[in-house]
């Protein structure tokens, strides 16, 4: 089993920048892969990025030229650097860890809200 935890959500203002981070522990071993996925209010649950245990990186298009997912494989941390946020990108961010096609391990969720 492994745990998540999430840090780094909060308010901010349209254009501006958020960081983040997911630390993992427990029963980490190679192959797999983190990321992050978020929900906003209404809506479904969707992928955002995930980067695999090799440094192989995916994110959602839409989202490419303003989220960049990277990792500190020492501290099994992942980060999710948003950059130009927008209000629509207002919603809880949800860190996992997945082996296979299904996500084992999800955080808990943290909550970013971009709004003047």
């Known amino acids: 089993q492994v745990q998540l935890v999430e840090s780094g959500g909060g308010l901010v203002q349209p254009g501006g920048s958020l960081r983040l981070s997911c630390a993992a522990s427990?029963?980490?071993?190679?192959?797999?892969?983190m990321g992050w996925y978020r929900q906003a209010p209404g809506k479904q649950r969707e992928f955002v990025a995930t980067?695999?245990?090799?440094?192989?990186?995916s994110v959602k298009a839409s989202l490419k030229d303003r989220f960049t997912i990277s990792r500190d494989a020492a501290k099994n941390t992942v980060y999710l650097q948003m950059n130009s946020l927008k209000p629509e990108d207002t919603a809880v961010y949800y860190c996992?860890?997945?082996?296979?096609?299904?996500?084992?391990?999800w955080g808990q969720g943290t909550q970013v809200t971009v709004s003047s």
């Open positions: 996992i860890f997945q082996r296979g096609l299904e996500v084992d391990s």
């Open positions: 980067i695999s245990s090799g440094a192989t990186t």
């Open positions: 427990g029963s980490i071993f190679r192959p797999y892969n």
